[in-house]
Protein backbone atom coordinates (compact mmCIF):
# COMPACT_ATOMS: atom_id res chain seq x y z
CA UNK A 1 0.00 0.00 0.00
CA UNK A 2 1.16 3.36 -0.95
CA UNK A 3 0.30 6.22 1.46
CA UNK A 4 1.50 9.93 0.78
CA UNK A 5 -0.55 12.04 2.50
CA UNK A 6 -1.91 11.45 5.94
CA UNK A 7 -2.83 13.11 9.26
CA UNK A 8 -2.06 12.39 12.56
CA UNK A 9 -2.44 13.38 15.89
CA UNK A 10 0.95 14.30 17.84
CA UNK A 11 0.94 14.79 21.92
CA UNK A 12 4.62 15.02 23.62
CA UNK A 13 5.33 13.82 27.14
CA UNK A 14 3.68 15.40 30.27
CA UNK A 15 6.16 16.97 32.96
CA UNK A 16 5.75 14.73 36.21
CA UNK A 17 4.91 16.41 39.12
CA UNK A 18 6.89 17.66 42.31
CA UNK A 19 7.08 15.12 44.89
CA UNK A 20 5.95 16.52 48.31
CA UNK A 21 8.15 14.74 51.28
CA UNK A 22 10.41 15.48 54.32
CA UNK A 23 13.33 13.65 55.82
CA UNK A 24 12.67 11.29 58.72
CA UNK A 25 15.58 9.68 59.80
CA UNK A 26 16.90 8.35 63.27
CA UNK A 27 19.10 11.05 64.18
CA UNK A 28 17.46 13.71 61.80
CA UNK A 29 13.51 13.31 63.19
CA UNK A 30 12.85 16.47 61.52
CA UNK A 31 15.23 16.61 58.74
CA UNK A 32 13.37 19.22 56.15
CA UNK A 33 11.63 19.27 53.11
CA UNK A 34 12.85 16.68 50.71
CA UNK A 35 11.04 16.20 47.59
CA UNK A 36 12.46 15.41 44.39
CA UNK A 37 11.85 16.98 41.13
CA UNK A 38 9.55 16.00 38.38
CA UNK A 39 11.51 14.15 35.34
CA UNK A 40 11.00 16.18 31.61
CA UNK A 41 8.19 14.49 29.51
CA UNK A 42 9.40 13.36 25.73
CA UNK A 43 9.46 15.18 22.72
CA UNK A 44 7.84 13.77 19.35
CA UNK A 45 10.85 14.17 16.73
CA UNK A 46 10.78 13.42 13.16
CA UNK A 47 13.67 12.22 11.28
CA UNK A 48 14.20 12.13 7.46
CA UNK A 49 15.38 8.88 6.39
CA UNK A 50 15.90 7.94 3.14
CA UNK A 51 15.42 4.12 2.94
CA UNK A 52 12.09 4.93 3.18
CA UNK A 53 9.62 5.49 0.14
CA UNK A 54 5.93 6.18 1.60
CA UNK A 55 3.66 7.32 5.06
CA UNK A 56 2.42 3.71 5.34
CA UNK A 57 3.75 3.33 8.97
CA UNK A 58 1.70 6.96 10.27
CA UNK A 59 -1.19 5.22 8.49
CA UNK A 60 -1.23 2.01 10.77
CA UNK A 61 -0.09 4.39 13.71
CA UNK A 62 -1.92 7.91 13.84
CA UNK A 63 -1.07 9.04 17.31
CA UNK A 64 2.04 9.77 18.31
CA UNK A 65 1.80 10.00 22.18
CA UNK A 66 5.78 10.53 23.42
CA UNK A 67 6.14 9.03 27.06
CA UNK A 68 5.73 11.20 30.65
CA UNK A 69 7.90 12.48 32.77
CA UNK A 70 8.28 10.36 36.50
CA UNK A 71 7.11 12.32 39.39
CA UNK A 72 9.68 13.30 41.85
CA UNK A 73 10.70 10.79 45.02
CA UNK A 74 11.36 11.28 48.84
CA UNK A 75 15.26 11.96 49.78
CA UNK A 76 15.33 14.50 46.87
CA UNK A 77 15.17 11.79 44.12
CA UNK A 78 14.31 13.56 41.00
CA UNK A 79 12.12 11.40 38.41
CA UNK A 80 13.38 9.98 34.94
CA UNK A 81 12.72 11.67 32.06
CA UNK A 82 10.36 10.54 29.70
CA UNK A 83 11.57 8.53 26.66
CA UNK A 84 11.72 10.96 23.42
CA UNK A 85 9.34 9.19 20.57
CA UNK A 86 11.71 9.40 17.06
CA UNK A 87 9.65 8.56 13.82
CA UNK A 88 10.94 8.09 10.88
CA UNK A 89 9.47 9.58 7.55
CA UNK A 90 10.42 9.74 3.88
CA UNK A 91 12.67 12.39 2.36
CA UNK A 92 10.67 14.76 0.66
CA UNK A 93 8.14 15.18 3.98
CA UNK A 94 6.33 18.13 4.39
CA UNK A 95 4.36 18.76 7.62
CA UNK A 96 1.69 21.27 7.60
CA UNK A 97 0.02 22.16 11.27
CA UNK A 98 -3.81 22.02 10.65
CA UNK A 99 -6.04 24.37 11.95
CA UNK A 100 -8.68 23.48 15.08
CA UNK A 101 -11.37 22.21 13.87
CA UNK A 102 -14.88 23.84 13.90
CA UNK A 103 -17.77 22.89 15.70
CA UNK A 104 -20.04 21.02 13.33
CA UNK A 105 -23.47 22.96 12.68
CA UNK A 106 -26.60 21.50 13.48
CA UNK A 107 -28.02 19.81 10.84
CA UNK A 108 -31.54 20.84 9.28
CA UNK A 109 -34.90 19.19 8.57
CA UNK A 110 -34.17 16.03 7.08
CA UNK A 111 -30.76 16.20 6.86
CA UNK A 112 -27.72 14.05 8.46
CA UNK A 113 -24.69 15.53 10.27
CA UNK A 114 -21.40 14.67 8.62
CA UNK A 115 -18.77 12.71 10.57
CA UNK A 116 -15.33 14.99 10.73
CA UNK A 117 -11.99 13.65 9.96
CA UNK A 118 -9.89 11.68 12.50
CA UNK A 119 -6.70 10.97 13.04
CA UNK A 120 -5.18 8.22 10.96
CA UNK A 121 -7.54 9.17 7.91
CA UNK A 122 -6.41 10.10 4.48
CA UNK A 123 -7.55 13.86 4.19
CA UNK A 124 -10.16 12.40 0.94
CA UNK A 125 -12.01 11.14 3.98
CA UNK A 126 -12.12 14.01 5.93
CA UNK A 127 -10.27 17.01 4.75
CA UNK A 128 -9.24 19.44 7.25
CA UNK A 129 -7.82 23.53 6.03
CA UNK A 130 -3.88 23.33 6.28
CA UNK A 131 -2.13 25.97 8.46
CA UNK A 132 1.36 26.92 8.42
CA UNK A 133 4.03 24.75 6.97
CA UNK A 134 6.11 23.54 10.30
CA UNK A 135 9.32 22.13 8.37
CA UNK A 136 10.07 20.36 4.76
CA UNK A 137 11.98 17.42 5.61
CA UNK A 138 14.43 17.27 2.68
CA UNK A 139 17.69 16.05 3.61
CA UNK A 140 18.75 12.15 5.32
CA UNK A 141 19.17 12.37 8.76
CA UNK A 142 17.49 15.77 9.37
CA UNK A 143 15.89 16.16 12.31
CA UNK A 144 12.49 18.49 13.78
CA UNK A 145 11.01 18.45 17.14
CA UNK A 146 7.40 18.30 16.34
CA UNK A 147 6.30 18.51 20.29
CA UNK A 148 8.12 19.53 22.85
CA UNK A 149 7.77 17.83 26.46
CA UNK A 150 6.52 19.54 29.28
CA UNK A 151 8.77 20.73 32.28
CA UNK A 152 8.94 18.21 35.48
CA UNK A 153 7.22 20.23 38.32
CA UNK A 154 9.34 21.58 41.12
CA UNK A 155 9.66 19.52 44.50
CA UNK A 156 9.27 21.35 48.00
CA UNK A 157 12.38 21.64 48.53
CA UNK A 158 12.49 23.90 46.09
CA UNK A 159 10.26 26.06 47.95
CA UNK A 160 11.87 26.08 51.64
CA UNK A 161 12.96 29.60 53.25
CA UNK A 162 13.73 30.97 56.02
CA UNK A 163 10.41 32.01 56.72
CA UNK A 164 8.70 29.18 55.27
CA UNK A 165 11.03 25.76 56.61
CA UNK A 166 8.23 23.52 55.46
CA UNK A 167 6.50 23.94 52.39
CA UNK A 168 3.53 21.38 52.19
CA UNK A 169 3.11 21.86 48.49
CA UNK A 170 5.63 21.24 44.71
CA UNK A 171 4.62 22.19 41.51
CA UNK A 172 2.52 20.38 39.10
CA UNK A 173 4.14 18.99 35.66
CA UNK A 174 3.46 21.31 32.46
CA UNK A 175 1.47 19.67 29.88
CA UNK A 176 3.68 18.35 26.73
CA UNK A 177 2.68 20.25 23.25
CA UNK A 178 -0.07 18.60 21.42
CA UNK A 179 -1.87 18.91 17.99
CA UNK A 180 -2.69 17.55 14.53
CA UNK A 181 -0.61 17.53 11.91
CA UNK A 182 -0.76 16.54 7.96
CA UNK A 183 2.37 15.19 6.92
CA UNK A 184 2.52 15.21 2.88
CA UNK A 185 4.91 13.16 0.89
CA UNK A 186 6.90 15.00 -2.47
CA UNK A 187 8.56 12.24 -3.93
CA UNK A 188 12.26 13.76 -4.82
CA UNK A 189 13.57 12.86 -8.41
CA UNK A 190 15.36 14.33 -10.62
CA UNK A 191 13.40 13.84 -13.96
CA UNK A 192 9.28 13.06 -13.47
CA UNK A 193 7.40 11.62 -16.32
CA UNK A 194 4.38 13.53 -17.11
CA UNK A 195 1.54 12.35 -19.72
CA UNK A 196 -2.20 11.07 -20.29
CA UNK A 197 -2.78 7.44 -19.54
CA UNK A 198 -1.61 4.73 -21.34
CA UNK A 199 0.81 6.58 -22.86
CA UNK A 200 3.39 4.31 -21.91
CA UNK A 201 5.31 5.87 -18.93
CA UNK A 202 5.27 2.67 -16.89
CA UNK A 203 6.75 0.70 -19.98
CA UNK A 204 9.32 3.41 -20.51
CA UNK A 205 10.48 3.53 -16.59
CA UNK A 206 10.69 -0.23 -16.83
CA UNK A 207 12.71 0.20 -19.88
CA UNK A 208 15.56 2.13 -18.30
CA UNK A 209 15.26 0.88 -14.76
CA UNK A 210 14.74 -2.18 -12.70
CA UNK A 211 12.00 -0.50 -11.26
CA UNK A 212 8.76 -3.04 -12.47
CA UNK A 213 5.59 -1.22 -12.48
CA UNK A 214 2.42 -2.96 -13.78
CA UNK A 215 2.35 -2.97 -17.11
CA UNK A 216 -1.05 -3.56 -18.89
CA UNK A 217 -2.76 -2.26 -22.20
CA UNK A 218 -5.48 -0.33 -20.40
CA UNK A 219 -5.57 3.61 -18.95
CA UNK A 220 -4.33 4.14 -15.29
CA UNK A 221 -2.72 0.74 -14.70
CA UNK A 222 -0.21 3.17 -12.28
CA UNK A 223 -2.57 4.41 -9.05
CA UNK A 224 0.12 5.93 -7.15
CA UNK A 225 3.62 6.85 -8.30
CA UNK A 226 6.61 5.05 -8.82
CA UNK A 227 10.38 5.37 -8.77
CA UNK A 228 13.10 4.28 -10.69
CA UNK A 229 17.08 4.45 -10.66
CA UNK A 230 19.15 4.71 -13.65
CA UNK A 231 22.52 3.24 -13.99
CA UNK A 232 24.93 4.80 -16.65
CA UNK A 233 28.11 2.43 -17.87
CA UNK A 234 30.28 5.18 -15.64
CA UNK A 235 28.21 4.22 -12.51
CA UNK A 236 26.78 7.79 -13.10
CA UNK A 237 22.87 7.03 -11.52
CA UNK A 238 19.91 9.14 -11.56
CA UNK A 239 16.29 9.39 -9.93
CA UNK A 240 13.08 9.16 -12.07
CA UNK A 241 9.43 9.78 -11.20
CA UNK A 242 6.72 7.71 -12.73
CA UNK A 243 3.35 10.00 -12.10
CA UNK A 244 0.03 8.56 -12.77
CA UNK A 245 -1.78 9.54 -16.03
CA UNK A 246 -3.08 12.82 -16.25
CA UNK A 247 -6.47 14.07 -17.25
CA UNK A 248 -8.07 16.89 -18.53
CA UNK A 249 -8.53 19.39 -15.45
CA UNK A 250 -6.11 17.37 -13.35
CA UNK A 251 -5.03 21.18 -12.36
CA UNK A 252 -9.03 21.65 -10.73
CA UNK A 253 -8.14 17.91 -8.68
CA UNK A 254 -10.18 16.27 -11.36
CA UNK A 255 -9.06 12.65 -11.54
CA UNK A 256 -6.74 13.15 -8.33
CA UNK A 257 -4.38 15.42 -10.11
CA UNK A 258 -3.27 17.21 -6.98
CA UNK A 259 -2.44 13.80 -5.68
CA UNK A 260 -0.20 13.25 -8.63
CA UNK A 261 1.06 16.61 -9.43
CA UNK A 262 2.87 17.39 -6.59
CA UNK A 263 5.34 14.45 -6.94
CA UNK A 264 6.77 16.33 -9.90
CA UNK A 265 7.11 19.56 -8.07
CA UNK A 266 10.73 18.96 -7.18
CA UNK A 267 11.89 17.57 -10.45
CA UNK A 268 14.83 19.04 -12.07
CA UNK A 269 13.88 17.95 -15.79
CA UNK A 270 10.31 17.49 -16.72
CA UNK A 271 9.60 14.54 -19.74
CA UNK A 272 6.28 14.59 -21.40
CA UNK A 273 5.38 11.65 -22.85
CA UNK A 274 3.28 11.48 -25.89
CA UNK A 275 1.57 8.48 -27.32
CA UNK A 276 2.24 9.67 -31.01
CA UNK A 277 0.20 6.39 -32.08
CA UNK A 278 -2.89 8.20 -31.00
CA UNK A 279 -4.05 4.98 -29.26
CA UNK A 280 -6.99 6.25 -27.60
CA UNK A 281 -8.04 8.71 -30.18
CA UNK A 282 -6.17 11.72 -29.20
CA UNK A 283 -3.62 13.90 -31.42
CA UNK A 284 -0.47 14.06 -30.06
CA UNK A 285 -0.46 17.90 -30.60
CA UNK A 286 -3.12 18.15 -28.54
CA UNK A 287 -2.09 15.99 -25.79
CA UNK A 288 0.96 18.32 -25.84
CA UNK A 289 -0.78 22.01 -25.17
CA UNK A 290 -2.89 20.54 -22.86
CA UNK A 291 -0.52 18.74 -20.87
CA UNK A 292 1.50 22.48 -20.74
CA UNK A 293 -1.60 24.18 -19.87
CA UNK A 294 -2.21 21.64 -17.27
CA UNK A 295 1.01 21.96 -15.56
CA UNK A 296 0.83 26.09 -15.91
CA UNK A 297 -2.78 26.01 -14.39
CA UNK A 298 -1.34 23.86 -11.22
CA UNK A 299 1.85 26.03 -10.70
CA UNK A 300 3.30 28.29 -13.44
CA UNK A 301 6.41 27.53 -12.80
CA UNK A 302 6.03 23.78 -13.68
CA UNK A 303 5.66 25.37 -17.66
CA UNK A 304 9.06 27.03 -16.95
CA UNK A 305 11.17 23.70 -15.81
CA UNK A 306 13.54 22.13 -18.25
CA UNK A 307 11.63 19.57 -20.06
CA UNK A 308 12.00 17.18 -22.86
CA UNK A 309 9.14 15.43 -25.02
CA UNK A 310 9.42 11.79 -26.24
CA UNK A 311 7.43 10.07 -28.72
CA UNK A 312 6.23 6.76 -27.52
CA UNK A 313 4.76 3.90 -29.57
CA UNK A 314 6.03 4.88 -33.07
CA UNK A 315 6.62 1.06 -33.72
CA UNK A 316 2.72 1.68 -34.87
CA UNK A 317 1.65 2.21 -38.22
CA UNK A 318 -0.17 5.78 -37.70
CA UNK A 319 2.68 7.18 -35.76
CA UNK A 320 5.37 8.44 -38.64
CA UNK A 321 2.68 10.53 -40.11
CA UNK A 322 1.38 11.88 -36.86
CA UNK A 323 5.25 12.89 -36.31
CA UNK A 324 5.28 14.48 -39.28
CA UNK A 325 1.98 16.83 -38.65
CA UNK A 326 3.44 17.56 -34.51
CA UNK A 327 5.96 19.08 -36.09
CA UNK A 328 4.18 21.05 -38.62
CA UNK A 329 1.77 22.14 -36.18
CA UNK A 330 4.27 22.95 -33.02
CA UNK A 331 7.81 23.36 -34.67
CA UNK A 332 10.51 24.26 -32.63
CA UNK A 333 10.15 21.53 -30.17
CA UNK A 334 12.90 18.56 -30.07
CA UNK A 335 11.00 14.97 -30.15
CA UNK A 336 12.90 11.75 -29.12
CA UNK A 337 10.91 9.02 -30.89
CA UNK A 338 10.95 5.76 -29.43
CA UNK A 339 9.36 2.71 -28.71
CA UNK A 340 10.03 1.37 -25.02
CA UNK A 341 8.10 -1.75 -25.36
CA UNK A 342 10.35 -3.04 -27.59
CA UNK A 343 13.68 -0.72 -25.79
CA UNK A 344 13.88 1.51 -29.35
CA UNK A 345 15.30 4.77 -28.70
CA UNK A 346 16.33 3.99 -25.37
CA UNK A 347 19.93 4.87 -24.90
CA UNK A 348 19.10 8.00 -26.53
CA UNK A 349 16.88 9.00 -23.65
CA UNK A 350 19.18 7.92 -21.29
CA UNK A 351 21.94 10.00 -22.62
CA UNK A 352 19.33 13.57 -23.22
CA UNK A 353 17.86 13.20 -19.57
CA UNK A 354 20.62 13.12 -18.15
CA UNK A 355 22.21 15.73 -20.50
CA UNK A 356 19.10 17.93 -19.58
CA UNK A 357 19.63 17.06 -15.83
CA UNK A 358 23.29 18.19 -15.38
CA UNK A 359 22.49 21.32 -17.42
CA UNK A 360 19.87 22.62 -14.95
CA UNK A 361 22.14 22.50 -12.13
CA UNK A 362 19.43 23.09 -9.84
CA UNK A 363 19.40 21.19 -6.28
CA UNK A 364 16.46 18.88 -5.61
Not at 265 to 287: F, H, I, S
Request: aromatic share 6%; hydrophobic share 35%.
Amino acid sequence: MFVDEIQVYARAGHGGKGCVAFQREKYRPKGGPSGGNGGRGGDVILEADHDLNNLVAQYYQPRLLAQDGQAGLGKGMDGHAGRDLTVKVPCGTLVWRLEPEAAPAEPGPGETSAEPGRAGETPAAGRRPKGELAVDLMEHGQRFVLCRGGRGGLGNRNFATAARQTPRFAQPGEPGQEGEFLLELRIIAEAGLVGYPNAGKSTLLTAISRARPKVAPYPFTTLHPQIGIVEYPDFHRLTVCDVPGLIEGAHRNAGLGHEFLRHIQRCKVLVLLLDMAGTDGRAPWEDYKNLLTELELYDPALAQRPRLVAANKMDEPPAAENLKKFKRRIPKTRLLPMAAAFDEGIDAFKKAIRQAVQETGLPL
